[in-house]
């Protein structure tokens, strides 16, 4: 994935929390409700509850109230300071170098797609801002660590990540990694914010299952980010010009290999003692999350996203 050299670049669309605090472990609550927990939430949570340990209770509803420990710092982590991103990512050029303007590229694209798309539909979208963070964080759905993952928060309609974990999904679940990935990962936390903003996640009930409100919620989200993939190269930023001007068959296999890493029963086998409990899917299979995405990316119709109306899910 490249972007265009010339395309100009919002870093307001982007909280960097970096310079102010966090901490390590589980420690706090996380009620995230809606979309669950962002793409890989489950992970901690299951091996966690199977193998002790535990995020309180966050998933998807309970109490937002912060539990000690964990999580010391994160107060001051509010102050945002977006002095060095607002210097060093200006353009596309810059998104071609550093990984931290490629996000914000990528995070620009997203919304443009989204603002375009949701408009001409008759709804107008709110743009949502993606906070970068260290160890640990506080947002309207509580107090979270990086363990949790990138997760999007309904609370207060914002994404929020360690950017530390996309080294996780190279060295811990054996993703082939690279930017499109990334964006495969933050264009599934949009589609969160997406739900929230029609109405979906207060709809669709809680729980777990194979086939159940959860699951049904990630997939979508899934497909929506391959729909924002499918237009990228062609959603003009403010500039009239597209941020991303190329995507390559790698870039998607990429993105598929990243899915495939973190499907409920990819997680079960690999990270949490090898048997698959399908009773406690909340994302969806590997292969399912595959589906979902090549539906969005092969059609470009977030219509197509209908994961609820599915009697088959992959």
Known sequence: MRFDDDAGLDTSEVQDLRGGGGGGGIGGRVALGGGGLGVVGLVIYFLFSQFGGGIGGGIGGGSNAAA???LSGVGSGRQVDNGSLSQECRTGADANRKHDCAIVATINSIQDYWGGQLQ??????RK???NFFNGGVRT??????SDVGPFYCPADSEVYIDLAFFDELRTRFGAEGGPFAEAYVLAHEYGHHVQNLLGTSSRVGKGSGASSGSVRL???ADCYAGTWANHATTTPAESGKPLISDITDDDVKRALDTASRIGDDYIQTKLGGGRVDRSKFTHGTSKQREKWFTTGYSTGDPARCDTFGARDLG
């Open 68 to 70: 000690p420990g964990g």
């Open 120 to 125: 001409r539909s008759g709804t107008t979208y």
């Open 128 to 130: 949502a801002p993606t």
């Open 140 to 145: 309207g759905c509580g107090n979270a660590s």
């Open 218 to 220: 990630e997939l979508q």
